[in-house]
């Protein structure tokens, strides 16, 4: 099958071109830079109007929070032109042809409420810039292509996606108490990088249509994966500080939500799992639990970080 992969040089977009190539697929792949194939910017219309005929596109292609060029002010419009307005140029690039179009979308579309988990009829709703634009970017695949399918990952994690984590893993390889915001006792899903990659070759292959939720088994909470990073670089049990996070809320608010974002202190308030029921009918079955997930990070940082200082500290 002739795919175009949008974003092939970000994060999930690199494990996406591997995966899709290795099970025989075309891939053509194109972003803003990188070893790509078509180098340029889907937001540019003269670009998007020379893509080439596929049988599918895969849009991963999108800006985030941990982007790294992520401006202090002007975000919304950062936001619509990466977001927004690219997907909009690339929908109308391929609106009158017969093509597969599979979205990636977020979890932070889901209307974050207080639900035990989220599922692909729950309420959607832009609760921040980021959310926001994905959920415009949304619309325009919705109301462009007739054929298209949205995968809706929560949090993707795996070595080289960092987070919270770095931090962790520093404070528990040195000693130090564990600042962590909240009570960070509920479930927070993430989802291995690897298994999202082989969902979205699942949905490509089936030509599925709708939504489906990328999530790994068994959720933990933020407390569970400081467990998890302990046992993993064998270290002594951390103390864990308590942020509380209402001031972390206020300070967030007055910062115009740039020093933490607004769904991000959803995710910190309230469950945020997904149920993944409609993606395992499809075959798929994720390989990772989340404790496994939070020791490959941890293990990517301490070995990146900490092993190299020790082994030459002993010579």
């Not at 960092?162 to 899903?189: C, T, Y």
């Amino acid at each position: 099958m002739r795919i175009l992969l949008t974003g092939a040089n970000g994060f999930l977009g690199g494990y996406c071109a591997a995966r899709l190539r290795e099970v025989g697929h075309q891939v053509t792949t194109t972003d803003l830079a990188g070893p790509m194939d078509l180098r340029g910017d889907l937001a540019d219309a003269h670009f998007t109007r020379q893509l080439p005929v596929v049988d599918a596109v895969v849009h991963a292609a999108a800006v985030q929070y941990v982007s790294p060029n992520l401006p202090l002010l002007g975000r919304v419009g950062w936001f619509r032109r990466n977001n927004i307005e690219a997907t909009q140029r690339l929908v109308d690039r391929y609106r009158d042809e017969d093509t597969h179009f599979v979205n990636i979308g977020t979890s932070m579309m889901y209307a974050q409420n207080g639900a035990p988990q989220y599922g692909t009829d729950s309420l959607m709703q832009g609760q921040g810039v980021y959310s926001h634009s994905k959920l415009a970017a949304q619309g325009f695949v919705e109301q462009g292509m007739a054929r298209w399918a949205t995968v809706i990952p929560c949090i993707i994690g795996g070595p080289g996606r960092e987070g919270l984590f770095r931090n962790f893993v520093r404070a528990i390889a040195r000693g130090r108490p564990v600042l962590v915001p909240g009570r960070a006792d509920h479930p927070v899903a993430m989802v291995h990088v690897e298994d999202v990659a082989r969902l979205v070759d699942t949905v490509v292959r089936q030509r599925a249509r709708g939504f489906y939720n990328a999530a790994a088994p068994r959720p933990l909470s933020i407390n569970d994966w400081v467990r998890e990073i302990q046992q993993e670089i064998s270290a002594p049990p951390a103390r864990i500080v308590h942020l509380p996070l209402k001031p972390l809320q206020w300070l967030a608010a007055l910062s115009g939500w740039r020093l933490l974002a607004r769904e991000q202190v959803l995710m910190l308030t309230w469950p945020h799992v997904l149920d993944i029921d409609r993606s395992l009918a499809l075959g798929w079955q994720p390989r990772h639990d989340n404790a496994l997930i939070a020791r490959h990070i941890a293990r990517h940082i301490y070995g990146s970080e900490f092993q190299p200082v020790r082994a030459g500290a002993r010579h």
